[in-house]
């Protein structure tokens, strides 16, 4: 009986169709032909071909028969009739199967038996043409232990061999004692001379040894006999293609206990090898958990172990069988032990480098020509954030991170009192800092002492923007392949949605589920030749659904739990994609923007502020150093300061500040457009 999901499949109306050859030898390799009266073809070896004998006396039918030659063998006079059933003749180890293509043709005697022609039911009948094909099929077959009754074909010029079993076919039909004549098949051990005589009448059964032959049919024109072969297993062989039968691995059995255990019982001895030479990788394999299981279908030794190493072993040992009888065995897990202890190593060696290299110090710089606040901002510019990662020691723009207490922030402080700077950085940024502050006192010293700037008016553009989510309808290629299987039919008529997709989940062996806010609707719909991602495409428009393609499975919700957010593009604020990896962020959306005007003069116009969305953008005029417009840029949230920093504004080009939260990403992008 089909299982209750398979039951459901079929009343919902998923079909599987499933073509079964003539015997597990054709496979694939056929070969397909068509003959016509007179004519001949050579398939795999071997000539088929139409014999037509034409009387002078009309009288007398055409004569029509069918002669196969092999390289060794030949079946001929075959005669060729309407019939809507497939004959098939067996020689030099290639079968040759052939059917009539029949028309129907008038009542006169003559031409109903023009080209074979007959009586086919109530009217009449000639073959127009032979639809042929042709297979390979092996005449000397091993059997290690059982056959999954697989179908072979035995004719009376072409014996076949099934291990010691040698099988032949009369050569004339044979007397029976009621008076029925059959071709008779010879089962012969060749190895204890037992034999068996076997009626090629249908359904008929012997058995010989550990083998047992029945007829499926006869072809009396070919002599042929398709057979079906069964057989018990081989208890007497030893070693890996032994033959187990019942057998239980208990829970926490080490692998050594569990193969001399197996070896004892079906003779084999196992060879524990050492991983790249490492002694200690012998026990590690040695103690190794086996995974409970029973093996209760009989099957050789060699899949038992093959099942063994694809549970919780897999990627753990690997087992060879060196002769039939010794089992080498090489734990290659002992490499990801191995390589963690290395790793361990790594790790350790990183740290104790990084808490050398990275270590933080003070010192205070003093000013001449150059103020406090814009050697803080210039200075910031150089300081970053570090943070060692395993054994990578890993670079970020200065805020980021900077609340956590296994990263390594470097700072600076403007003392305006003091006239002088306050860095703390490792030692490579102090070097920096010194280079730069020795540029800038210089550049200053050269300059003659300014007179009173000018108003001067500079025209800036602010724009808040947010991390967020690329917009895709797109399923991911973990499971794409899966919802593109096809379903042949489907036929839904009243059936729940949540029990539709259970079951198209089964079908596509992928996880698809509905979210609790999806009602539980009766589905009515009618599709052919559909795969599943088209299914659930033509409910979402049904039925107003959101087919969410997540990472790990597809959940259908209700359309209003669909979330809006318009992306924008950041080369539209002069940023490029490179700009928005440095943050993690990989789309943005905009919460605000506008262009502000600001003057280098405190008391006029010197400071604005702008709302965008939730939060308050506040800028002030600090210095300019030609090129650059040096204003301090800030961003309030509802209850605190999110972003405090300096910005150097450079005409045309966008300076950029940025926090980061579990959440999402807030990017302040500043650009000058204009100085007046």
């Given at each position: 009986?089909?299982?209750?999901?398979?039951?459901?499949?079929?009343?919902?109306?998923?079909?599987?169709?499933?073509?079964?050859?003539?015997?597990?030898n054709a496979g694939n390799d056929i070969e397909e032909f068509r003959l016509f009266p007179g004519e001949s073809y050579t398939s795999m070896g071997v000539t088929v071909s139409w014999d037509v004998a034409n009387s002078t006396d009309e009288s007398v039918p055409t004569q029509n028969s069918l002669r196969m030659m092999g390289p060794e063998t030949v079946?001929?006079?075959?005669?060729?009739?309407?019939?809507?059933?497939?004959?098939?003749?067996?020689?030099?180890?290639?079968?040759?199967?052939?059917?009539?293509?029949?028309?129907?043709?008038?009542?006169?005697?003559?031409?109903?038996?023009?080209?074979?022609?007959?009586?086919?039911?109530?009217?009449?009948?000639?073959?127009?043409?032979?639809?042929?094909?042709?297979?390979?099929?092996?005449?000397?077959?091993?059997?290690?232990?059982?056959?999954?009754?697989?179908?072979?074909?035995?004719?009376?010029?072409?014996?076949?061999?099934?291990?010691?079993?040698?099988?032949?076919?009369?050569?004339?039909?044979?007397?029976?004692?009621?008076?029925?004549?059959?071709?008779?098949?010879?089962?012969?051990?060749?190895?204890?001379?037992?034999?068996?005589?076997?009626?090629?009448?249908?359904?008929?059964?012997?058995?010989?040894?550990?083998?047992?032959?029945?007829?499926?049919?006869?072809?009396?024109?070919?002599?042929?006999?398709?057979?079906?072969?069964?057989?018990?297993?081989?208890?007497?062989?030893?070693?890996?293609?032994?033959?187990?039968?019942?057998?239980?691995?208990?829970?926490?059995?080490?692998?050594?206990?569990?193969?001399?255990?197996?070896?004892?019982?079906?003779?084999?001895?196992?060879?524990?090898?050492?991983?790249?030479?490492?002694?200690?990788?012998?026990?590690?394999?040695?103690?190794?958990?086996?995974?409970?299981?029973?093996?209760?279908?009989?099957?050789?030794?060699?899949?038992?172990?093959?099942?063994?190493?694809?549970?919780?072993?897999?990627?753990?040992?690997?087992?060879?069988?060196?002769?039939?009888?010794?089992?080498?065995?090489?734990?290659?897990?002992?490499?990801?032990?191995?390589?963690?202890?290395?790793?361990?190593?790594?790790?350790?060696?990183?740290?104790?480098?990084?808490?050398?290299?990275?270590?933080?110090?003070?010192?205070?710089?003093?000013?001449?020509?150059?103020?406090?606040?814009?050697?803080?901002?210039?200075?910031?510019?150089?300081?970053?954030?570090?943070?060692?990662?395993?054994?990578?020691?890993?670079?970020?723009?200065?805020?980021?991170?900077?609340?956590?207490?296994?990263?390594?922030?470097?700072?600076?402080?403007?003392?305006?009192?003091?006239?002088?700077?306050?860095?703390?950085?490792?030692?490579?940024?102090?070097?920096?800092?010194?280079?730069?502050?020795?540029?800038?006192?210089?550049?200053?010293?050269?300059?003659?002492?300014?007179?009173?700037?000018?108003?001067?008016?500079?025209?800036?553009?602010?724009?808040?923007?947010?991390?967020?989510?690329?917009?895709?309808?797109?399923?991911?290629?973990?499971?794409?392949e899966a919802l593109d299987t096809v379903v042949e039919d489907l036929n839904v008529q009243g059936d729940s949605l949540y029990q539709l997709v259970e079951l198209l989940a089964t079908f596509g062996e992928t996880s698809i589920?509905?979210?609790?806010?999806?009602?539980?609707?009766?589905?009515?719909?009618?599709?052919?030749?559909?795969?599943?991602?088209?299914?659930?495409?033509?409910?979402?428009?049904?039925?107003?659904?959101?087919?969410?393609?997540?990472?790990?499975?597809?959940?259908?919700?209700?359309?209003?739990?669909?979330?809006?957010?318009?992306?924008?593009?950041?080369?539209?604020?002069?940023?490029?994609?490179?700009?928005?990896?440095?943050?993690?962020?990989?789309?943005?959306?905009?919460?605000?923007?506008?262009?502000?005007?600001?003057?280098?003069?405190?008391?006029?116009?010197?400071?604005?502020?702008?709302?965008?969305?939730?939060?308050?953008?506040?800028?002030?005029?600090?210095?300019?150093?030609?090129?650059?417009?040096?204003?301090?840029?800030?961003?309030?949230?509802?209850?605190?300061?999110?972003?405090?920093?300096?910005?150097?504004?450079?005409?045309?080009?966008?300076?950029?500040?940025?926090?980061?939260?579990?959440?999402?990403?807030?990017?302040?992008?500043?650009?000058?457009?204009?100085?007046?």
């Amino acid at each position: 009986m089909p299982t209750p999901i398979l039951s459901q499949i079929y009343r919902i109306g998923l079909l599987i169709i499933v073509a079964i050859p003539w015997c597990a030898n054709a496979g694939n390799d056929i070969e397909e032909f068509r003959l016509f009266p007179g004519e001949s073809y050579t398939s795999m070896g071997v000539t088929v071909s139409w014999d037509v004998a034409n009387s002078t006396d009309e009288s007398v039918p055409t004569q029509n028969s069918l002669r196969m030659m092999g390289p060794e063998t030949v079946i001929e006079g075959v005669d060729i009739q309407p019939s809507e059933f497939e004959e098939v003749a067996y020689l030099d180890d290639v079968a040759i199967g052939f059917k009539a293509d029949t028309i129907q043709v008038q009542s006169n005697a003559q031409r109903s038996n023009a080209y074979g022609g007959g009586r086919y039911g109530n009217a009449r009948y000639k073959v127009r043409s032979l639809g042929c094909r042709a297979w390979g099929q092996s005449s000397e077959i091993s059997v290690l232990h059982r056959i999954e009754e697989p179908r072979y074909f035995v004719s009376h010029v072409c014996p076949i061999k099934i291990n010691q079993i040698l099988l032949t076919v009369s050569s004339d039909k044979v007397d029976y004692p009621d008076g029925s004549k059959y071709l008779e098949m010879v089962a012969t051990d060749t190895i204890t001379d037992e034999t068996q005589t076997i009626p090629a009448a249908n359904d008929a059964v012997k058995s010989i040894g550990r083998f047992t032959v029945a007829v499926g049919r006869a072809f009396e024109e070919t002599k042929t006999v398709v057979i079906q072969v069964s057989a018990e297993p081989d208890l007497t062989i030893r070693g890996k293609d032994a033959w187990v039968e019942d057998y239980s691995f208990k829970d926490s059995t080490t692998l050594e206990k569990a193969l001399s255990d197996l070896g004892d019982r079906y003779g084999f001895k196992a060879d524990w090898e050492a991983f790249e030479g490492k002694e200690e990788s012998i026990d590690y394999g040695k103690n190794l958990n086996v995974p409970e299981m029973t093996i209760s279908a009989g099957r050789p030794l060699k899949e038992v172990l093959e099942l063994l190493g694809k549970n919780e072993l897999d990627d753990k040992v690997t087992f060879e069988w060196e002769t039939p009888t010794l089992l080498s065995v090489y734990p290659i897990g002992y490499k990801e032990v191995r390589d963690q202890q290395q790793r361990a190593k790594q790790i350790e060696q990183a740290k104790k480098e990084f808490e050398k290299n990275y270590q933080l110090e003070t010192q205070v710089y003093k000013l001449s020509k150059i103020t406090p606040v814009t050697a803080k901002a210039l200075i910031e510019r150089e300081l970053r954030s570090y943070q060692l990662s395993g054994t990578e020691v890993r670079s970020y723009p200065l805020g980021t991170g900077s609340e956590r207490s296994t990263w390594v922030v470097e700072q600076c402080i403007a003392d305006e009192k003091a006239n002088a700077v306050i860095v703390t950085a490792i030692p490579e940024t102090h070097k920096k800092v010194e280079e730069l502050l020795a540029k800038m006192e210089g550049v200053l010293e050269a300059e003659q002492k300014e007179k009173a700037a000018p108003l001067q008016l500079y025209k800036v553009e602010v724009a808040l923007l947010q991390s967020a989510e690329p917009q895709t309808d797109e399923a991911t290629p973990e499971y794409w392949e899966a919802l593109d299987t096809v379903v042949e039919d489907l036929n839904v008529q009243g059936d729940s949605l949540y029990q539709l997709v259970e079951l198209l989940a089964t079908f596509g062996e992928t996880s698809i589920n509905c979210s609790q806010t999806v009602p539980d609707l009766g589905v009515h719909v009618t599709l052919k030749g559909k795969t599943i991602r088209e299914i659930l495409n033509t409910l979402s428009k049904m039925y107003d659904l959101w087919i969410d393609y997540q990472p790990e499975t597809v959940l259908i919700r209700p359309t209003s739990e669909r979330a809006v957010t318009h992306l924008v593009d950041p080369k539209d604020y002069g940023l490029g994609q490179e700009d928005l990896n440095q943050f993690n962020v990989e789309a943005v959306s905009e919460l605000g923007r506008s262009n502000q005007s600001i003057t280098n003069s405190v008391d006029r116009g010197g400071s604005f502020s702008v709302t965008m969305g939730e939060h308050t953008c506040e800028f002030t005029f600090q210095d300019f150093r030609d090129p650059y417009l040096i204003v301090n840029g800030r961003v309030q949230g509802e209850s605190k300061t999110l972003i405090d920093s300096t910005l150097f504004l450079e005409q045309n080009k966008p300076s950029v500040l940025a926090i980061t939260n579990m959440r999402d990403t807030l990017i302040l992008v500043v650009r000058l457009l204009e100085i007046r």
